[in-house]
């Protein structure tokens, strides 16, 4: 029994250094199995994907009671809500005429369609709360301190960004919970001041309800194809875009500003 | 040898210890995700219908807060200015936390979580207790019974507004000033106004929502510009 198992550990031993040392694979990955601490660090140098981290962290940085996972849990929402997103894509024409008509075919024609919405829509909500969570933990831990203050400053702009997205996504669907929502949120814009046609102080700068702050979200007064349009092309393109660029700044900047911070109160005075 | 890097010290290997922990998240997530997406399925209403404007009309649930602040305030208040000072406060924080530890923090910790508190207590409140004309219904009560429209409110004569407003904001930059030396010297001036100011504000809105639900009081002050 014994003699059987170590020549099954044994061959697969010789496979696995047969297949490492093989033209095919070293053209891939130009290291050895990471077993030993020389090919561990090379594991993460050389891939452009888990280069993000450093080769070697803190202790307790890897330790889920200090970091909770949210950050990471965010981007890969992000992703989740990327792929589904594009599969939802293909199905869905933002046009008031068959915007409707496109969801009810996802749910009951497109094969997976009811499951890849399902997944964005909830992907979507939990990313709000991972995010808030994530906020959370980085004030709990003081991380924002120096040198970090500026990163806080990047993720509250991810934060509504987040916020943002999951907004304009809201009146994709075209159902009455889509439109009144929109209606009731993009109300809100018309009460600013000096820029919205109900806040105060808008005679000043001559806005009215064809010019101001709503009308510039909306492509008109009321929620309708132009409204459609443009939640679209900022939900399928331009906030996506600038959340990417800012998640790049966000991971870079953690590294840059000196990896993850250190546990709440053994922070140094700079 | 500072603390933080006596601590950096102590490294371990990214590889596995970092990223084996990281796949375990993304595959606990995703397996979550799979089975609550295949459990319960998104809302589908009817077709959208401009015509047909649902009792009551609600903002998605993190937006909610603010839609029930609308019930206290002005919208340019509920829906940009408070918003906005959110951002602003939250984008401030670094700049304004002297950088204290352990039980120094407490003023910090408390007032984040306030606010924290403060902003998911009113989003359950307009996801859970909000029907039609925005009256107040308990979770369990029937929403197709309609409610009598609330009492009608008043605004307090600027007599007692300017006086109550001015006493409270100067007041509140006042006393601390006063009573915690130790907090003001920490910040200076610039950080102790900002603050403050910032600190007032927040405690303000819940203030002037028990204002409201004590004292029927609609605005503090009457203004010819605007009202608050």
């Given at each position: 029994m014994g003699q059987q198992l170590r020549g099954r550990a044994s061959l697969w031993r010789r496979t696995r250094d047969r297949v490492l040392a093989s033209q095919l694979w070293r053209s891939v990955i130009r290291h050895g199995y990471p077993d030993e601490n020389r090919n561990r660090i090379l594991v993460i140098i050389s891939n452009i994907f888990l280069h993000?981290?450093?080769?070697r962290v803190k202790r307790h940085g890897v330790k889920l009671r200090y970091t909770w996972c949210m950050g990471g849990l965010s981007a890969f929402l992000f992703f989740v809500l990327t792929v589904t997103g594009v599969l939802l894509m293909f199905y869905?024409?933002?046009?008031?005429?068959?915007a409707y008509q496109d969801m009810k075919d996802l749910e009951h024609a497109v094969l997976f369609g009811k499951l890849m919405r399902n997944m964005h829509r909830w992907a979507a909500h939990a990313m709000v709360v991972t995010v808030i969570l994530h906020m959370t933990r980085v004030f709990l831990t003081g991380s924002y301190r120096p040198p970090r203050e500026f990163n806080w400053v990047i993720g509250v702009g991810l934060l509504v960004l987040t916020l943002l997205l999951s907004f304009t996504g809201y009146?994709?669907?075209?159902d009455q919970l889509a439109m009144w929502a929109i209606t009731v949120g993009t109300n809100m814009a018309e009460?600013?001041?000096?820029?919205?046609?109900?806040?105060?102080?808008?005679e000043l700068l001559g806005i009215t309800k064809h010019n101001d702050i709503r009308f510039a979200l909306l492509g008109g007064t009321i929620v309708d194809q132009n409204a459609l349009l443009r939640f679209y092309v900022l939900h399928c393109i331009a906030l996506p875009l600038i959340g990417a660029v800012l998640m790049a700044v966000h991971f870079w900047r953690v590294r840059k500003d000196g990896g993850i911070s250190g546990p709440h109160g053994k922070l140094p005075k700079l | 040898m500072s603390a933080e890097n006596a601590r950096s010290r102590d490294l371990v290997h990214t590889w596995p210890h970092l990223v084996y922990r990281e796949l375990c998240a993304l595959l606990a997530a995703s397996v979550v995700l799979w089975i609550v997406s295949l459990l319960v399925d998104a809302p589908l209403e009817e077709l959208a219908n401009a015509t047909l404007t649902p009792?009551?009309?609600?903002?998605?649930w993190y937006f909610l807060g603010l839609q029930e602040l609308l019930v206290y305030f002005d919208p340019w208040i509920a829906g940009v200015a408070i918003p906005g000072l959110i951002i602003l406060g939250l984008a401030a924080i670094p700049y304004l936390d002297p950088g204290e530890d352990g039980s120094r923090r407490r003023f910090a910790l408390s007032v984040y979580l306030g606010g924290l508190a403060l902003w998911f207590v009113l989003i359950f409140i307009g996801t859970y207790c909000r029907g039609p004309n925005w009256a107040w219904y308990w979770p369990w009560e029937d929403q197709t019974v309609i409610k009598p429209t609330l009492p009608l409110t008043r605004a307090l004569s600027p007599a007692i507004g300017w006086p109550a407003v001015l006493i409270y904001l100067g007041g509140g930059l006042l006393a601390p000033r006063l009573i915690w030396r130790d907090f003001f010297a920490r910040l200076g001036i610039v950080r102790y106004l900002t603050v403050m100011g910032l600190l007032l504000l927040m405690i303000a809105v819940p203030l002037k929502i028990a204002l409201r639900l004590a004292?029927?009081?609609?605005?503090?002050l009457t203004t010819p510009w605007f009202n608050v």
């Open positions: 993000l981290h450093p080769a869905y024409v933002p046009d008031t005429r068959r009146l994709l669907p075209w009460a600013t001041p000096f820029l919205g046609a109900a806040g105060p102080f808008h | 009792n009551p009309a609600k903002a998605p004292f029927n009081v609609k605005y503090v």
